[in-house]
């Protein structure tokens, strides 16, 4: 179980601050209890990760003054103020010089801890975040692949194994995963990172003109050829070549490739002249390659000259954890490019996160909290996730029976629990903490194979 939120409450008043502190302890809190700010603040350093509560009138100080020297050891420290009627205007002022939130005097006890677990859940993110980027100092790769779970570690670690072969790798994931991130990464953290990456989206080059964007042609080869271009291999000499949505290319195009690998040579269209070329492939797709070239929609030698080593992507939905810190990540890169002042996530706004599908993976998840650094008023991640975007289905679904949501909910959960534990049955018994049996049912109501999770080979 994670560790109670530390809170450090200041307050002079003796019975309020004893009774505030065996409530906070009550709601599950560590709170310890100063008569003074001194001995708080001696307490606060950047790695503090916990809340500070303190009370705007006292004799020997007050909350402007508290505010300042506690926002000196971190200026993203959550400070809650507690006033009086009186002491509101100067709790305003607090706020537009950085304090989290106030509460004003007389107070339910239940408004108090509600604020206090929203700024400690903002806490919790500012410090993961920090602690991503302080790991990304070691190796680089934390900072550009987000995300704490087991599988996001697995992947950085196989990334990094990979980046330093020349090795054809196939990364596998579903559209909107960062797949052409992750292709970056292996060319970045790898001895041809100071040569070119070439992107190429096989599915938006028009077939007739797929052989001359890959290959090259010379001056007079087709119509309109007024002059030699380079090919995206030729111009991928010395560095990667990255084929996304592989699947799409027209197989006279993929006869082509696969010989090209196969020698280490290319002929521009027009021309009978061998170009050598020392590249390393990585390729990309959403479906199942190997499926397809049984099918015959794609060739089996080239599927294997692709694949010698393969990625695959979680969806984010199998790592849910990841969800909250990837939005406040993305929200703040949003905000402090157009020096906005980043909005905190609400409790709701985690509960919605980690309820919705996420169809469009970190790409849709991007969006939403773009869209909820810039959104005006007290529109939360709820009403933004049930928006549609312009030009999509303006017809929102019927709201489902909560028999039907609950199922739902249910099944996901059990699916992401398969997801992360890889089919291991225990492990998944150990993490929705419920016993053999219970799982088995649930697995048979909904339908759920532990086959299907299991590691491919």
Known sequence: MAEPCPVLLIDDEPAMRLSLAQW???????AEAFETPEPALDRLSPDFP????????MPRADGLTVLARALESDADLPVILITGHGDVAMAVEAMRRGAYDFIEKPFAPDHL???IRRAAEKRRLVLENRQLRRRAGASGIEARLLGTSRVMEELRRDILELAGTAVSVLVHGETGTGKE???RCLHEFGPRAGRPFVPVNCGAIPESMAESELFGHEAGAFTGATQRRAGKLEHSDGGTLFLDEVESMPHSTQVRLLRALQERVIERLGSNKAVP???????AT????????DQGRFRADLYYRLNVAELHIPPLRARPEDIPLLFDA???EAAGRHGREQRPLEPEDVEALLAHDWPGNVRELRNVAERHAFSVGRSGVAQLLRRRPVGGDAAAPAPRALADQVDAFEKRAIEQALERCRGDIRAVMELLDIPRRTLNEKMARHGLDRQRFLPRG
């Not at 906070?24 to 560590?30: C, I, K, P, S, V």
């Not at 916990?50 to 009138?57: I, N, R, S």
């Not at 959403?286 to 070239?293: M, P, Q, R």
């Open 24 to 30: 906070l302890q009550l709601a599950g809190f560590r």
């Open 50 to 57: 916990g809340v500070l509560v303190t009370d705007v009138k």
């Open 113 to 115: 801890t509600a604020v």
């Open 181 to 183: 991130l992750v292709a």
């Open 277 to 283: 070329v020392d590249l390393r492939v990585v390729a």
């Open 286 to 293: 959403k479906v199942d390659l190997l499926e397809a070239s």
């Open 330 to 332: 993305f929200a703040g």
